[in-house]
């Protein structure tokens, strides 16, 4: 295992001080291990905060902000956070308006999630959960969990944290992040696995000619393991079961955000991108909005996600807002 | 003989360490079906348990239980934090204000656990989870509750690893694992191997 | 080898098409691969332009836009590009006001922009060059090609992408280019080597419990090949080389620049970022501004380097300006 | 016999089949001390050549060259690209529009594009550079200028391998290579390689 480390034991909380070192201005790490927006709690401002296990870097620390979370839990990497974290955090961005907890659909986040809202109520805050399962990888049956939380996360964090930015009260952000989860869908592959600290060794073997299409980001296995392949087909094998998912049609304008798991350098997913605009426009429909970088990782593991969502004014608008965190910026 | 909160804290400090032993063992199953995290978690759990464990000999058992869940719900995260963290407050909420248990009050309170364990995990016999081994781990206990309590614990920790070990050739229907579809067929669960080590460290712990 | 590519010949080309469909506001792609700003040339403004091999992304290309450049030319991977690109750039952002090459030395890039440069002069264009070498693994002597341009190329491209935008002469922003290049000194090291495409197998060999201090942003070797250490010893000897090299001291404000080279997570550079600022602290200086993130990289090379720029009131102003490219936005 | 045209096509032809044969081997040795991309950028470069050459083998030997020179610039990039394309460049102008040449103009244009690499990359003798193989195959093609051709050829082939082999246990001062300090002596020299290829086609070629 190669990684900038010191201690497995400390990776969560050394990477937290370096985040208050390089984003005063931004942010404050309260114990235990939440990262909160400078300036909150604001009164009158629904709070929303996300969380989950650390490893996923930019997601969720590095969205906290203006016009995005007003905080995030950090678990141990990979490990849903601790209801105390949840706790803590809405404690502190509760402004009076309540707070909404966006959550991805893994049992461990929901379970956690859950117990926090219980202990928050019993003290008094309002606080609404939404759920986001945006990965066609899983098939969304009894059978399973249902489908995990991905790269929609990324974007429901944005237009929501606008939305409450703005001055919208609980219910519409819930009914706003809710929205984007009925219209995005997302779907990864990786080329190598990551490798766990506490774990010293790659969670998956994989061989050098082979690729792993629809894995989670925690490094569980996808669908399927086939043969490597080229960025054009490896793309179409993304895009495809999205868009049979039927979300998203002929004539759709997408928000087309190509992700990056954190071994995979830019240069490619530029590549990965220059597929996704050819095989959209194929099928007719229009690309409005685009996100291409690192932003929902997994570790070091080499590999790409790409998720669209359906836009309409409302989520356009929204996802223009000024927003200014570590890691997304601009307007501000 | 009644079972003391020294017995359960001796019980817990083995698990503690089985734990701590099988910790790479664990995340290895993690890895095969899930993110590899397992053993690290329930290590991490169990590791913070210990440091409060001393305070808690001098009280009664059901307190002992409870602070162990407490403490197991804030320091593990994940799905097995809240599942055993829930198991061991409800443990110890089933024994009350009680001195000493006997071990009709040990099958009582784990069952009162597994109840709680299928109340926050929402999984159904056969999901392939933590639940298959302690299930027929609890119902030994009752049906020996009678019996001698070596005995009793000893087809407990039987039942949870014949229970770990019927579930393996099954595709899993919840956690992570449920992913990945017929793939995870032939893979140990790793929640009903570190339940199996609990009624392991149940029988070592107190079975004498 | 495992990347996301279609083809080791069509890299460069294909993640160019990836930007063009990515950001139609900011930029279009010229032949023969050059990244121009959206509205160049402006009437008046210094042009300002930088390029070298590709490999590094997001630099150059992902600095175009608004207040950083006007244009960039994306050479063969780890290859400077030629000297036609260079003309074709400096042609289509020259609005009169001459046109400034920042160019990292390198001796393929020195000489391949002094033949554009030379061009430039014959279809009377005004052209001035600075060369960035911050590089303080390589010694400043005789006996080298000198330090080779690395992280400091971005935060120049950056200050002084923000003077031609407020209507800087061509003889001041040169000045302020120069400026930065001697304000400004950095160190890298890797953990892996990088693989370019074309050649298909890793540049160097090295062991699973070796790291390489020095390392350039091309995969040459470094200063020395060690033993591993914690990332806090690591952020050590990278930064002691730099402090010691005599520009930036006690009482200093400087712009702390913890950058990725492409298979390092954020959540590493965090932990680099963590023991640099208290090292800074330590040593009396000043954490004025930072950035962390993949800025310049190796391709998908796992490992950081570190950039320090002693600040004063012009150059934090200038940085501090609105920025509007794919890769820095803040103010726009 | 005088060289013509054809002959010069010839030699630049064979060099380009060499350069692709060596493309893995000069790439080799640029992983060793400098970015991995020598052979590449050199196969680049003379691929491109090779399509422009079919309409280069009706006019003058300079013009020809000349193109070849510009095409490189225009092609390669990196160090090897000016230099090599300056090389031609200047060999070619050095011909000015002679029809033909004799083994003396060869000498003499040699001699020229060797200035222009050393004009263009500032390289002194012994830096460890392309300058270390190019300046004695062109001192020998001066002294066998008035004997015969083959014989010529023969030593500057010869000459330019011994200047690369010369430098190899030298610590490099210019290009990538000098970042590695002692670490680059006992590696062979990229470019010195390639130049030694250059030597050994136009021996090839033209010397039968
Ligand atoms: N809904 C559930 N009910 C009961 N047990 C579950 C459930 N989901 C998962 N588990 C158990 O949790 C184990 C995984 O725990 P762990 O790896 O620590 O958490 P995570 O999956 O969050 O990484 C599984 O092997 C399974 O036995
Ligand atoms: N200043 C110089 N003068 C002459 N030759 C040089 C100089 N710098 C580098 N070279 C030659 O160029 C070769 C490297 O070429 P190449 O790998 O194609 O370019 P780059 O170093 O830009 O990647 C070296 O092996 C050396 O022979
Ligand atoms: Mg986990
Ligand atoms: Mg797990
Ligand atoms: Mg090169
Ligand atoms: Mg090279």
């Known amino acids: 295992m190669k990684k900038l480390i010191n201690s497995t034991d400390r990776v969560v909380e050394e990477a937290l001080a370096g985040m208050a070192a390089a984003h005063p201005d931004l942010l404050r790490i309260e114990d235990p291990n939440v990262i909160v927006r400078k300036d909150a709690p604001r009164q009158g401002k629904v709070g929303i905060i996300s969380g989950g296990g650390s490893g996923h870097e930019p997601m969720h620390g590095g969205f906290v902000g203006l016009g995005m979370l007003d905080a995030a839990c950090a678990g141990a990497v990979f490990t849903s956070p601790v209801p105390d974290q949840m706790l803590a955090a809405t404690k502190a961005v509760d402004g009076g308006a309540g707070v909404l907890h966006i959550v991805k659909n893994y049992t461990g986040d929901i379970m956690n999630f859950e117990i926090a809202a219980e202990m928050a109520d019993a003290e008094g805050i309002k606080v609404k959960a939404v759920v986001m399962a945006d ?198 | 003989m009644p079972i003391t909160t020294a017995d359960l804290a001796r019980f817990v400090e083995l698990y503690a360490d089985r734990l701590h032993a099988a910790r790479e063992h664990l995340t290895a199953l993690d890895s095969a079906v899930g993110d590899a995290d397992h053993g690290i978690n329930m290590d991490r759990g169990f590791s913070a348990v210990r440091e409060v464990l001393p305070g808690l000999r001098e009280g009664l058992p059901g307190a002992l239980a409870k602070q162990v869940g407490m403490k197991l719900i804030s320091t593990v995260g994940g799905a097995s934090g809240p599942l055993y963290g829930t198991f061991f407050l409800r443990f110890g909420t089933s024994l009350g204000d009680a001195a000493e248990m006997t071990g ?83 893979h140990v669960d790793p929640g009903a191997a570190s339940t199996t080590i609990l009624f392991e460290s149940l029988r070592d712990a107190l079975g004498r």
Chains 1, 3 share one sequence.
């Open chain 1, 135 to 332: 990965d066609v990888a899983v098939q969304d049956s009894l059978y399973t969990a249902g489908r995990r939380g991905v790269g929609g996360t990324v974007l429901a964090e944005k237009i929501v944290g606008a939305a409450a930015e703005a001055g919208k009260d609980l219910d519409t952000v819930a009914a706003l992040c809710q929205k984007v989860q009925d219209n995005v869908r997302s779907m990864g592959m990786a080329l190598t696995s990551c490798t766990v600290p506490a774990a010293g060794k790659p969670t998956f073997e994989i061989a050098d000619d082979e690729m792993e299409i629809g894995v989670g980001i925690h490094g569980e296995p996808g669908r399927r393991r086939v043969k490597i392949a080229s960025a054009d087909e490896i793309t179409d094998m993304l895009v495809g079961p999205i868009l049979d998912d039927g979300v998203i049609a002929k004539g759709d304008t997408v928000l087309a955000f190509v992700n990056g798991l954190g071994g995979t350098p830019l240069i490619e997913l530029y590549i990965i991108f220059r597929r996704l605009a050819e095989v959209l426009e194929e099928r007719g429909i229009t690309i409005g909005r685009s996100l291409v970088g690192n932003f929902i990782t997994s570790l070091d593991m080499a590999g790409t996600s790409i998720t669209l969502l359906k836009l309409d004014d409302e989520l356009t608008g929204y996802w223009d807002a000024p927003v200014h965190t570590a890691a997304m910026r601009w307007g501000a």
């Open chain 2, 104 to 186: 009709a009050d040990l099958a009582t309170a784990v069952r009162a656990g597994l109840d709680g364990v299928i109340a926050r995990g929402k999984a159904d016999p056969d999901d392939k989870t933590m639940v298959d081994a302690m299930t027929p781990a609890a119902e030994a206990l009752e049906s020996n509750a009678a019996s001698d309590l070596v005995q009793a614990l000893e087809a407990a920790a039987r039942a949870a690893a014949a229970g770990r070990d019927r579930i393996t050739p099954l595709i899993a229907r919840k956690g992570r694992a449920s992913y990945l579809g017929e793939r995870s067929a032939g």
